[in-house]
């Protein structure tokens, strides 16, 4: 069974940068056909896909956040990294990761991460 | 700026069947935008349940549904159950990049 687990710090001073680790267990990071992306929610709202790589490296991002935003992948651990820069209070949220499959038939986030409560705050 | 809506709030009756929409800002929402849908409770992540418009996962129930109707994307639950209450959002991809609805809150009462 594909297990997901973010982790990093719960806390993080304004205009500083956001860093978090998914650790993928049950499968491989390096497995064709799969991406693998970081979403977010605002305490009380709704989703919003921030960004999401390829085994190899290739990235693709959210525009409204892509200035900020850099995701990478470590295949040795098997896990992938969010790095979110110029944080404010807006970017406090519950962050997921999960497993994204973009194909020609199909397209889906299907096993996701627990979420990690991320607040930015001096 | 795309957006993607979904109803606010619904509530069904046990046992009964309700249909949520998704919509989509630019026009009619067809298969190519792989429509997903997923199921949300109070303090845990989202569970994908519909995948490219009518796909199931293995562990989707079978009263969950997927189809397009009327220019929607539509999550049909059938024979509802008082465990089915929850937040459900859509998920479109617009040129791959995957938009979220604002999801819609079902209560079963």
């Known amino acids: 069974q594909l297990q997901l687990q973010e982790s990093g710090p719960g806390l993080v001073k304004p205009s500083e940068t956001l860093s978090l680790t998914c650790t993928v267990s049950?499968?491989?990071?390096?497995?064709?056909?799969?991406?693998w992306g970081w979403i977010r929610q605002p305490p009380g709202k709704g989703l919003e896909w921030i960004g999401s790589i390829y085994y190899s490296g290739s990235t693709y991002y959210n525009p409204s956040l892509k200035s900020r935003v850099t995701i990478s992948v470590d295949t040795s651990k098997n896990q992938f990294s969010l790095k979110l820069s110029s944080v404010t209070a807006a970017d406090t949220a519950v962050y997921y990761c999960a497993r994204h499959i973009i194909a020609a038939a199909f397209r889906h986030l299907d096993y996701w991460g627990q979420g990690t409560l991320v607040t930015v705050s001096s | 700026q795309t957006v993607v809506t979904q109803e606010p709030s619904l509530t069904v009756s046990p046992g009964g069947t309700v249909t949520l929409t998704c919509a989509s800002s630019?026009?009619?929402?067809?298969?190519?935008?792989?429509p997903n849908w997923f199921q949300q409770k109070p303090g845990q992540a989202p569970r994908a349940l519909i995948y490219?418009?009518?796909n199931k996962h293995s562990w989707t129930p079978a009263r969950f549904s997927g189809s397009l109707l009327g220019g929607k994307a539509a999550l049909t639950l059938s024979g509802v159950q008082p465990e089915d209450e929850a937040e459900y959002y859509c998920?479109?991809?617009?040129?791959?990049?995957?938009?979220f609805g604002g999801g819609t809150q079902l209560t079963v009462l």
């Open positions: 049950g499968g491989s990071i390096s497995s064709s056909s799969y991406y």
């Open positions: 998920l479109l991809y617009y040129g791959g990049a995957p938009v």
């Open positions: 630019t026009g009619a929402v067809t298969s190519g935008y792989y």
């Open positions: 490219s418009t009518s």
